[in-house]
């Protein structure tokens, strides 16, 4: 039994080197890759743009359950009007930046992993190396730079629709005053809850892009190669997520 465990934490600890190596190359590709802006442009599109849709219901309906449930539990202090501070600081600081990284894991994460593993699979990666053309450069960074870019922003349109959501909610179905939703709101609100909130998007971004290219680019080259490494996307970047909002909420307490 003993054996086994150090066998684990062995390969987890090689999985670990594995991923910093891989983003350190990736990180000296970054500024050559910047030289080719379209192909970013186009990642942000296929890893953010086609992830619009599910965040925004996503976003939409998280608010909109954040509203009935702030109003519920602050109705017993005879605090409704606080409700719009209260789905503010929520989205802000936890909810937005959680919950579009995930969505992000599932859906572009995913794509990313597959697209790499399946160059990887029909032998397109060797190719390039063959060449002399560093697919790091022209596969991998415009991927990861996209990735990186694409969480933020779709935290931040999370975080509009959801507040959008909560104030539908509150005031329009369960009688809020309107005034009083948006005047605590913008009272409450400061520069340091947005700031963690871009923080840890940024470090949820990095996580799941790093992630995602990673599994691709070292998956086994078959079928059932691309499979894993495509399952192993997901459960990684959800425990990561979940890791690091832990640890950032911390710090930023």
Not at 228 to 243: E, G, K, M, N, Y
């Amino acid at each position: 039994m003993i054996r086994v465990y150090d066998t684990l934490i062995v390969a987890s600890i090689r999985r670990l080197g594995s991923s910093v190596v891989f983003l350190g190359r990736i990180l000296a590709q970054c500024i050559p890759a910047m030289r080719r802006p379209g192909l970013i442009v186009d990642q942000i599109y296929n890893a953010g743009g086609r992830s619009l849709i599910i965040v925004m219901l996503s976003g939409l309906f998280v608010g909109m359950v954040l509203s009935l449930q702030g109003y519920s539990l602050l109705q017993r202090f005879g605090s409704e009007e606080a409700l719009g501070v209260a789905a503010a600081i929520g989205l802000l600081k936890e909810l937005g930046p959680v919950v579009s990284a995930l969505l992000f894991a599932g859906r572009a994460g995913t794509a990313l992993t597959s697209e790499i593993g399946l160059m990887r699979a029909t032998d397109q990666l060797t190719a390039m190396q063959i060449m002399a053309v560093d697919p790091v450069r022209y596969v991998v960074a415009p991927r990861f730079l996209g990735g990186l870019l694409s969480v933020p922003l779709l935290a931040a349109i999370f975080d509009v629709v959801g507040i959008f959501g909560a104030w539908l909610i509150g005031v329009r179905m369960l009688g809020v005053n309107s005034g009083a939703f948006w005047s605590q709101m913008q009272a409450a609100v400061d520069l340091r809850d947005v700031m963690e909130g871009i923080v840890k998007s940024c470090a949820f971004g990095l996580a799941c892009s790093l992630v995602a290219v990673h599994q691709g680019y070292h998956a086994e080259a078959t079928a059932r190669g691309v499979g894993l490494a495509t399952t192993r996307t997901v459960v990684a970047s959800s425990v990561l997520v979940l890791l690091l909002d832990y640890m950032l909420t911390a710090a930023f307490l």
